[in-house]
């Protein structure tokens, strides 16, 4: 039997209010996180990857909306949650890596005391038992204690993202959002940032929602895979079934669009054209104007996110 979800988002839908009307951003959008699960959610840029995880968070700020469905975490209605319940949510139990270390950090302040602040904040703890659990933190991600009273600039760019990873965890929670944590960085950090993830939840249990535009990254570290097009959820499957047997056109298209390491070698196809403008989205599939394989009704008829394969799910009217 599957384990209950940590987290459960449920037809979960996001729309700017514009003066020429609402934008929906997500659609329907549902998945569930097991405990130590990672899921990795990818599409290309716009396709409300992001969107979806400020609205788990309840960081949303108008114009943006959530105008539909229910965000569960272990059993807690997310969207029901007051202001004091919020705060007592966000960073102990569930914490977001932001994708540019640069802008996340305050420039002004030493590394130290960045990550005692929420400390300090949430557990009441003196300054001094704050910056010996930041230099606790530092060290769990590689980083020398002796490094506390450096300024972000003093650090390079790799390090940066260790230290929004160490803030992240300051408080232990069991459920990270990494919102394309390693995009600013060259392959080589790329690869050592994400072994170091890797091993910290192996090490410390976690579950991650792994947001990317680069499908390449996810490939050995999700467990799940859910494929994400102009705000709608495409495919859904484990992580080795979408790579060896990818069912949604959209995903053969992001899946032709990088090379393999190990593979032979191969023309790079790419996906022609590029994602629709949200305000005024195609009838039917919204991937029809850019797919190989559409056919007629996919020019009128929306097609269902369903189960097409064991624990594969698709939205395509192929299946
Ligand atoms: Fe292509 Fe039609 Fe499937 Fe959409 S529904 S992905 S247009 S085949």
């Given at each position: 039997m599957a384990p209950s979800p940590l987290l459960s988002v449920q037809d979960l839908r996001v729309e700017f209010i514009t003066p020429t009307g609402p934008v929906c951003a997500v659609d329907n959008v549902s998945f569930d996180i097991a405990p130590g699960e990672v899921l990795g959610l990818a599409g290309e840029s716009g396709s409300g990857k992001s969107t979806v995880a400020m609205a788990i968070m309840r960081l949303l700020r108008p114009p943006a909306v959530i105008t539909g469905g229910h965000v569960y975490f272990a059993g807690q209605d997310v969207l029901a949650m007051n202001e004091e319940q919020l705060r007592a949510f966000r960073w102990r139990k569930m914490a977001l890596v932001f994708q540019s270390a640069m802008t996340a950090?305050?420039?002004?302040?030493t590394i130290g005391e960045q990550i005692s602040d929420p400390i300090i904040a949430h557990d009441g703890v003196t300054p001094a038992q704050a910056m010996e659990r930041a230099a606790a933190l530092l060290k769990l991600v590689n980083?020398?204690?002796?490094?506390?009273?450096?300024?972000?600039?003093?650090?390079s760019g790799g390090m940066r993202q260790r230290v929004v990873i160490a803030i992240a965890m300051a408080l232990k929670p069991p459920f990270l959002i990494m919102d394309e944590p390693t995009t600013a960085l060259d392959v080589v950090v790329q690869r050592e940032i994400l072994q170091q993830i890797a091993e910290l939840k192996e090490r410390l249990g976690f579950s991650i929602l792994f947001i990317t535009h680069d499908l390449s990254l996810i490939a050995e570290f999700s467990t799940r895979i859910a494929i994400l097009y102009a705000g709608k959820l495409a495919e859904t499957a484990r992580a080795k079934d979408l790579f060896s047997d990818p069912k949604h056109p959209y995903t053969q298209g992001l899946l032709g669009s990088f090379p393999s390491v190990r593979g032979p070698r191969r023309k790079l196809q790419g996906i022609p054209g590029s994602p629709p403008d949200m305000r005024n989205p195609p009838a039917g599939c919204r991937f029809h104007p850019r797919c190989p394989q559409a056919f007629a009704t996919c020019q009128n008829e929306l097609p269902v996110l369903r189960e097409i394969a064991p624990e594969h799910r698709g939205a395509c009217h192929l299946y």
């Open positions: 950090l305050n420039p002004v302040l980083i020398d204690s002796s490094r506390l009273n450096s300024y972000p600039h003093q650090l």
